[in-house]
């Protein structure tokens, strides 16, 4: 089978420094949010951005390391396992819990990634569903352990017992320096030859750099931060079902990302807010709201592939140029 | 029997990344629709009997072909040129858009569709009953098996699809209109997906769920027989109908997980043997 050349990406076209005047803003508005707005948007914010850290987890994997990932919400269920049965099964304390989700992330990500990385592209994403799929069914058979379809209740106290705008602002500060640490990678050294490999593993190949070695790292990184996530969701609800380690999660997360635009650091995060308020706000009013997504993400794919990240660039570099000129 | 609709949404399905190299997501979907317009349909059509039950069903897979095709022509056809990526994007994106459609039509509950009377029975073989039905799936499966051989075999259109599959360059450079092969197939995949659907509809339960089921299955019996292959599609779905039947008798526990460990295992010795080769 031959294949044309992979088309050329559009340039990434953030810049290395972190933009700490406009994190500062967000960050101060979000905190202001959560304590000027009603409970009910507190909570919608809290989920928003619980996975804006998801989306920007797997967005490593999607825009930066040229895989693809069709399991991804075994990592984010991982994570609310890892509390889970270490709380409810082994009687550990909450903090250990706590570390115990992105852990068990984390070794997910680096198995089932060593596993994938053997093979590329389309086969790989196929192994990364099939292990995904075995999770699920472990976690929705296994009922002595897992607690199978019920899942696992009560094993810590919702929101570690915090009032909804004081775990909204632990949220808040937990996915911020998470978010500035996977700035930090994408913009290392190391995220600069995932980047290399992502785009051209031969290229990066000649140059002295394993393309399975590499991918792996993207991929358990994505794992990790993906727990992260899982685990402050798990503590959110103060429960775990299968369905967190299942197909809805990481279909969620693709849309999320696809909409948020491929190849910008923001996917994730514009992708996240934008699918979240459609679900929250659209399917309030209209009941179709996957219909919406659809054909707002056809519009996207076929107007501007660079997605909403894309539009919002331009934009950016449209008024710098203005405020230069 | 299930084993039957497998083989018919997994060619399909192979078929079109064969020649296409697109993952199609919105496949299963199609697949629904065949199965929702079966149910719609067939009241109407010699309601009950064998004849008005294969024509309902041949005339759904057109309808799903006449979608199928126009998805290709409209949508698809604009991101060829992209990465596969953005490809699988627009499949999904048809998922949550057709999903949501049937929605509209059908609502959310379940539908099913009679069995023809003539099919309600079953037959001795051997000792053991075998409903008519289940026999009739079977002969379609071999029939549409014994049509789909012949054609990619011995018709000029099976044998240039059969050429794009191994290299669509060469096909283009031989002056054949890439266009035409590409909405061929999607055409051809997509009616195959609406006769699976139709007939699904008289043994599974349908609802809007539907795609997702068994878009999952027809990618494990794709994976197993390997993408791209019409014989590796019947192989797949034996293998996978096997499985299923025997995992439920023997160790019901894992019977779940029992065919993605089958495509792990065959995912793994794939990258073994290329490692070594």
């Known amino acids: 089978m031959t294949e044309a050349n992979p088309p050329s990406r559009p340039l990434d076209v953030d810049s290395t420094a972190v933009n700490w005047k406009l994190t500062g803003v967000l960050v101060a508005l979000t905190a202001i949010a959560l304590f000027v707005l009603d409970p009910r948007s507190v909570f919608a914010i809290t989920e928003v951005m619980i996975f804006v850290l998801f989306a920007s987890a797997l967005n490593l994997v999607l825009s930066y390391s040229g895989m693809v990932s069709f399991g991804h919400g075994v990592y984010f269920g991982l994570g609310a396992y890892g509390i889970a049965l270490t709380v409810a099964r082994f009687d550990w304390p909450i903090w250990a819990g706590l570390m115990a989700g992105p852990v068990l992330a984390t070794i997910a990500g680096l198995v089932y990634g060593f596993l994938s990385v053997q093979l590329t592209f389309i086969y790989a994403g196929m192994l990364t569903l099939a292990c995904a799929e075995v999770t699920f069914g472990i976690a929705h058979q296994w009922f002595s352990f897992t607690g199978g379809e019920s899942g696992i209740t009560g094993y810590v106290v919702t929101r570690l017992g915090l009032s909804p705008e004081m775990f909204g602002l632990t949220v808040l500060i937990v996915v911020t320096v998470s978010l500035l640490l996977l700035w930090r990678i994408v913009h290392s050294p190391l995220g600069l030859v995932i980047r290399a490999v992502g785009e051209n593993p031969m290229r990066a190949g000649a140059m002295g750099h394993n393309r399975k070695t590499i991918q792996l790292i993207a991929f358990t990184i994505s794992g990790f931060f993906s727990g992260v996530a899982g685990t402050l969701y798990g503590v959110f609800h103060g429960n775990v079902f299968p369905d967190y380690v299942g197909a809805q999660f990481t279909l969620d997360g693709l849309v999320m990302v696809l909409l948020g635009g491929l190849y910008s650091f923001s996917a994730g995060i514009y992708g996240a807010v934008i699918f979240k308020l459609a679900d929250n706000i659209v399917s309030h009013y209209f009941e179709l709201w996957e219909l919406v997504i659809g054909i707002i993400l056809m519009s996207v794919i076929i107007l501007s592939p660079a997605g909403i990240a894309g539009y919002v660039n331009r934009l950016l570099e449209h008024l710098r140029r203005r405020t230069h000129a | ?277």
């Not at chain 2, 084993?3 to 064969?18: D, E, K, M, N, Q």
């Open chain 2, 1 to 277: 029997m299930e084993g039957v609709t497998l083989f018919l949404i997994a060619s399909g399905l192979t078929l079109i990344f064969g020649v296409s190299l697109v993952i199609n997501f919105a496949h299963g979907s199609f697949y629904m629709l065949g199965a929702f317009l079966t149910y719609q349909l067939y009241p109407h059509i010699l309601y009950r009997t064998v004849p008005g039950f294969y024509i309902t069903i041949i005339l759904c897979g057109l309808i799903v072909a006449v979608l199928g095709l126009l998805f290709e022509v409209l949508l698809m056809r604009r991101v060829y040129h992209t990465e596969h990526l953005m490809q699988l994007v627009v499949t999904i994106a048809g998922v949550l858009i057709i999903r949501d459609l049937v929605k509209v039509i059908w609502g959310v509950n379940e539908a099913a569709s009679p069995v023809p009377d003539a099919l309600a029975g079953a037959v001795v073989i051997g000792g053991n009953y075998i409903p008519s039905y289940q026999l009739a799936m079977v002969a379609v499966g071999i029939v549409v098996l014994i049509l789909m051989y012949a054609a990619l075999n011995y018709t000029r259109a099976g044998i240039i699809l059969r050429a794009a599959t191994d290299d669509r360059g060469m096909v283009a450079l031989l002056g054949i209109n890439q266009a035409y092969v590409f909405s061929g197939v999607f055409f051809v995949g997509s009616f195959l997906a609406g006769v699976a659907g139709g007939l699904a509809a008289s043994f599974e339960a349908v609802d809007y769920l539907l795609d997702t089921r068994v878009i999952i299955n027809a990618f494990i019996v794709v994976i197993i027989g390997g993408l791209g292959s019409l014989s590796g599609a019947l192989i797949g779905a034996i293998a996978v109908g096997v499985l299923k039947a025997l995992g439920l008798l023997w160790v019901p526990e894992i019977s779940f997980v029992g065919a993605y460990l089958l495509v792990a295992v065959v995912l793994m010795v794939r990258s073994f043997r290329r490692s070594v080769e």
